[in-house]
């Protein structure tokens, strides 16, 4: 059997043990977690490493720190389902979170040299430029930006993309999507984004890009979205 | 709301210029990109402009600036396909990536709370903890720790090496198939012990993959987390809709 030492064997490690007691529910959303010298005692760790175990979940929305008063469980984020991630969505909910959707611009555009060559366009060609913020229960968790070409959707302009969905609307004009290839980054995020979602210093972005396809194989729309790391999480389901 | 043809936003046009520009050019990874005041000229936009658009991208890592030398284009970050760590390695192999790993720790434990429901089984069940680093091209980029049920799958670790894959151990020996699974993709931040494995600074944002796989019937296979470095790595889906 292969073994390698370490000072500190990895399962020790307090973020992780910390995590699991939160999932399991010894500490419960809502109440403060045992103080960073109660848990340097009892784990026999420096308070540094405590700090630093404390400060990645913090970080990551799970605990929230509270001037004089301790670190508090927040409980689960939200999760997205990737593949339920079909473009823009009209107000919802998702499990307990009410997302809500404030359309902020709606325009043509040229096309340009980005979309020209994604979509198959001349430069001059015009495009629709959606972008919207994102809010689950109130607080502004992301800002998608989506991108099509006029020729697929002639009249997206009179249609509001804060109460239908893009599948729906795709519907309405008899297209089918067929499939959409997603890359999902980390990112620290431009100082714009991370102004406009209020993300707190060190949480980390979320980019998630999507181009969508019909059943021609041809790219139909692209979205953009730069979400708070610390606000959601995503699922995928696999199978073979 | 009426929508009119409205120009493209500066900033924002510049960003896809530049974007475009790596593309059509198809420059390769550490090629310098012509200076500011070049690309200013034949884009027509001001210096600001162009500077906040390259600061974007070195921001989202698609470029990169060395001090008094100039912005170079930076290594596309490797796919991870949301189809689960067998999925990237396969990708990673048949890129002609060399692939490493190295086992930090492997032994038998009694499974927690978390482990025994992920596992589905009776809490201080006798289960396999493995740790893993895997290292891509010769740069670590992943810890992985997975959970494997010691009693329905018994010597799994006396198979299991440097060498060896799991998935072939789990056909050949037990005759199970991993067939499907669920992921959890989030995000965590390097603990000191994680940063100095992975060669990276304190604290830079990881992602955190955790799942567990199912066999042909619907069994737990096995549990797992995996910490992989977002400077290194994209996690890419293809959904069929």
């Known amino acids: 059997m292969t073994r390698t030492d370490y000072k500190m064997p990895i399962y020790l490690q307090l973020r992780e043990i ?15 977690i045992p103080s960073e010298n109660k848990l340097a005692e009892t784990f026999g760790i420096n308070r540094i490493t405590i700090r630093n175990a404390v400060d990645a979940l913090v970080n990551e929305g799970l605990l929230r720190r509270v001037q004089g008063k301790g670190v508090f469980v927040i409980g689960k984020k939200n999760e997205l389902s990737i593949e339920e991630h079909a473009g823009f969505v009209g107000d919802s909910f998702r499990n307990d979170t009410r997302v809500s959707v404030k359309e902020l611009q709606k325009s043509g555009r040229e096309a340009g040299n980005k ?9 001059e060609d015009e495009i629709y430029y959606i972008r919207q913020m ?22 997206l302009d009179s249609i509001n993309s804060s109460v239908f969905t893009f599948r729906d609307i795709l519907s309405f004009y008899g297209i089918k999507l067929e499939k959409m290839k997603q890359s999902l980054r980390i990112i620290k995020g431009s100082a714009k984004v991370r102004k406009a979602l209020n993300v707190p210093e060190g949480v980390a972005v979320f980019l998630l890009e999507c181009d969508f396809y019909n059943e021609k194989n041809e790219v139909i729309a692209h979205s953009i979205s730069n979400i708070r790391s610390d606000m959601q999480s995503f699922t995928v389901n696999m199978h073979k | 709301m009426n929508t009119s043809v409205t120009k493209v936003q500066p900033g924002m046009e510049a960003i896809e210029k530049l974007e475009d520009f790596i593309k059509v050019n198809r420059l390769k990874p550490h090629t310098r990109i012509p200076c500011e005041k070049d690309l200013c000229d034949l884009w027509g936009v001001s ?35 949301m189809a689960g760590v067998e999925a990237m390695v396969r990708d990673l192999v048949d890129q002609g990536n060399t692939l490493s790993k190295h086992i930090l720790t492997m032994e038998q434990i009694e499974a927690n709370k978390q482990i025994a ?35 329905r799958y018994p010597g799994f670790i006396d198979y299991y090496n440097e060498d060896t ?16 699974g669920t992921e959890h993709i989030n995000v965590t931040y390097a603990t000191q012990d994680e940063a100095e494995i992975l060669e990276i600074e304190n604290g830079t944002p990881l992602f955190y993959a955790s799942g567990v796989v199912l066999d042909q019937n619907g069994e737990v296979v096995m549990f797992y987390k995996q910490l992989i470095r977002s400077d290194k790595f994209v996690f890419v889906a293809e959904v069929e809709s």
């Open chain 1, 18 to 32: 910390i995590r699991n007691k939160i999932e399991d529910g010894e500490y419960m959303p809502g109440t403060a």
């Open chain 1, 115 to 123: 979309y020209a060559n994604l979509f198959g366009l001349e430069l």
């Open chain 1, 134 to 155: 994102h809010s689950m229960n109130g607080t502004e968790t992301s800002i998608e930006e989506f991108f099509i070409p006029k020729k697929i959707l002639p009249s």
């Open chain 2, 47 to 81: 210096r600001s402009t162009l500077r906040q658009a390259v600061d974007e991208l070195v921001e989202n890592g698609i470029l990169y600036r060395v001090l008094n030398k100039g912005v170079y284009v930076a290594e596309p970050r490797y796919p991870r396909d």
């Open chain 2, 117 to 151: 429901r992920k596992l589905k089984v009776r809490l201080g069940t006798r289960v396999y903890e493995i740790v893993k680093c895997r290292k891509v091209n010769g740069v670590p980029c992943t810890i992985e720790t997975t959970y494997i049920d010691a009693e």
């Open chain 2, 165 to 180: 894959l799991m998935a072939p151990i789990f056909e050949e020996h037990y005759d199970t198939y991993q067939t499907s």
